[in-house]
């Protein structure tokens, strides 16, 4: 019923832009658009002379992301949680634990039934600010979403399928931002926990507990004990982990949301980006196109079957190598040039035509992005594509290909030479063109929203009678990036790359296989390949 409402309003609306498009005018000099092209399998974006950017503003403190309470203003008491839910629906169970600032939930004090999430709720303070920290809030979150309510001005919530990175909302006068604690877990690394999945550790564990009566599972017993545990390791890890990144980095991961946010409020503290510019619109659209991550490919894109020993050459931490030998981030705005490279560019992104090649790779240097995957090709003669300064050099060295130049961004200002070798994932984030927003107070004020947002709605989703999900289509304009500097990351870290693939090649070693930061050689060929 909602789809055929809102599909032919999509459509119209539609209809109306692109009738806007034609006829507006694109540029003041309509030679611009001659640089147009079909590259990549994408919808290309030319440049103008109007080129939009805004000095990069990364403090921790300038956005919802980074602030570990999305309303600073409000005059309420501030507390931290910890807690972990667990459900097993086949026993009618349900088990809630949380730590708090000042209070600990005891195991006697624990509602193993179904709703017991209320009685955490009605324990918070009124008028209090809360924050919770999830295990794995995509999970856990979800059974107290249903119980808060929403103002679509005030609250959100962002998600990565089926994850949810942060959740915001209120229970009567209470506060609750959500935020899951796995957003972190890369920096410890506990695969020898894995094991303790067993059947046999399973049933070792509730022996001790006295979780074995008469030879049988107490599931319930089991259950508490394992939630009330995993909110203590949850609780202790975590400060401890706290503890050790304010000591070392003088950063409170509370006002993060994730590694990438922590990683780059540090680098702008360490002044990584003095005088260097982010952007969005057609410049961030140009620039993204150039960015192109590692080589996963066959060799000469084939299939194999090898019996013989081959080696698992693997780089040893390829991205803080590739920031090592880069000068640092460029500084400055971004400025158009077309036909030719300035000589003065410190760096730069063109968009290229290649005209020839010499030596063709069994790893080739250049990709497109075609029928929904990306082709490693020696077949680029005639083609165009959005290159940064290494990557074209490389092309150049490597391959011996020629070029001419159809347009680009250049910089001449120098370089940040404070770069720190640490996550840079945020340098290239990816637009963010969706969010999701919670209304609650009955079927009147979600419809009343319904029609007020129609012309961004993607979808709907009931949660009760009294909630609903609204996912929205997002504005591009409201999202900045400074891809330029992310580019240098990833062109440098494939140079390091294609310096010891090509080596290989050029002594006739067989390469068989890459995965962006490895490579399977034949065994035998390592020795010739260290004599090199």
């Not at 040039?337 to 035509?353: G, L, N, Q, T, W």
């Not at 007020?452 to 709605?457: D, E, L, Y």
């Not at 890459?514 to 010739?528: E, G, K």
Request: proline share 2%.
């Amino acid at each position: 019923m909602m789809e055929s409402i809102v599909a032919p309003f999509k459509q119209a609306k539609a209809n109306k832009i692109a009738t806007a498009f034609k006829k507006a005018k694109l540029s003041t000099d309509k030679s611009y658009l001659d640089a147009i092209n079909q590259t990549s399998g994408k919808v290309n974006v030319s440049l103008r002379e109007s080129i939009h950017d805004v000095e990069l503003n990364i403090l921790p403190t300038t956005t919802i992301e980074t602030e570990w309470l999305p309303n600073p203003k409000r005059s309420r008491s501030e507390r931290k949680n910890f807690f972990r839910y667990l459900t097993l629906a086949e026993y009618n169970l349900q088990a809630f634990q949380v730590y708090s600032d000042d209070f600990l939930i005891e195991d006697d004090d624990n509602e193993n039934s179904f709703g017991c999430e209320k009685k955490f709720l009605e324990a918070l303070p009124s008028n209090s600010k809360n924050l919770l920290w999830a295990y794995n809030a995509g999970f856990d979150a979800r059974f107290l979403l249903k119980h808060m309510s929403y103002s679509s001005k005030d609250t959100n919530m962002i998600d990565c399928g089926s994850k949810i990175k942060q959740a915001h909302g209120f229970y009567k006068k209470r506060e609750i931002i959500i935020k899951d604690v796995i957003n972190f877990r890369s920096l410890w690394p506990l695969e020898y926990l894995d094991s303790y999945g067993s059947k046999d550790t399973l049933i070792d564990n509730a022996t001790k507990i006295g979780a074995i009566i008469d030879g049988r599972l107490n599931c319930e017993m089991y259950a508490t004990h394992y939630c009330n545990r995993d909110v203590d390791v949850l609780k202790v890890c975590f400060e401890a982990f706290r503890g050790l990144v304010m000591e070392e980095f003088d950063h409170d991961i509370y006002r993060f949301l994730s590694v990438s946010s922590l990683s780059l409020a540090y680098q702008h503290n360490e002044g990584c980006f003095d005088d260097c510019y982010e952007m969005n619109s057609v410049l961030l659209g140009f620039l993204r196109q150039g960015t192109v991550g590692g080589r996963v490919m066959v060799r000469d894109n084939g299939k194999y079957h090898l019996k013989h020993k081959l080696a698992d050459f693997d780089a040893v931490s390829l991205y803080p190598s590739a920031m090592s030998e880069l000068p640092g981030y460029v500084r400055g705005k971004g400025k158009l040039f077309k036909d030719a490279i300035p000589s003065d560019a410190d760096y730069y992104v063109a968009r290229v035509r290649f005209d020839s090649i010499d030596i063709k790779r069994h790893f080739p240097l250049v990709s497109f992005y075609e029928n929904v995957s990306r082709n490693f090709t020696n077949d680029i003669i005639g083609r165009t594509m959005i290159v940064g300064k290494q990557a074209l050099e490389d092309i150049v060295r490597f391959q011996g290909a020629t070029y001419s130049v159809i347009e680009g961004i250049y910089w001449n200002e120098g370089f940040n030479d404070q770069i720190t070798k640490t996550h840079y994932g945020k340098l290239l984030m990816k637009p963010i063109v969706r969010k999701e927003v919670f209304v609650s107070g009955g079927e009147k004020k979600i419809d009343e929203y319904t029609r007020k947002n129609i012309h961004r709605m993607i979808s709907r989703t009931p949660i009760s009678d009294n909630l609903a999900l609204f996912e929205e289509h997002k504005a591009l304009s409201q999202h900045f990036s400074p891809a330029h500097l992310g580019i240098q990351i990833l062109d440098s870290s494939k140079h390091i790359m294609n310096r010891v693939m090509c080596l290989t090649e050029d002594i006739d070693a067989r390469i068989w296989y890459q995965d962006t930061d490895s490579m399977h050689i034949d065994y035998d060929s390592v020795q010739r390949l260290a004599d090199a």
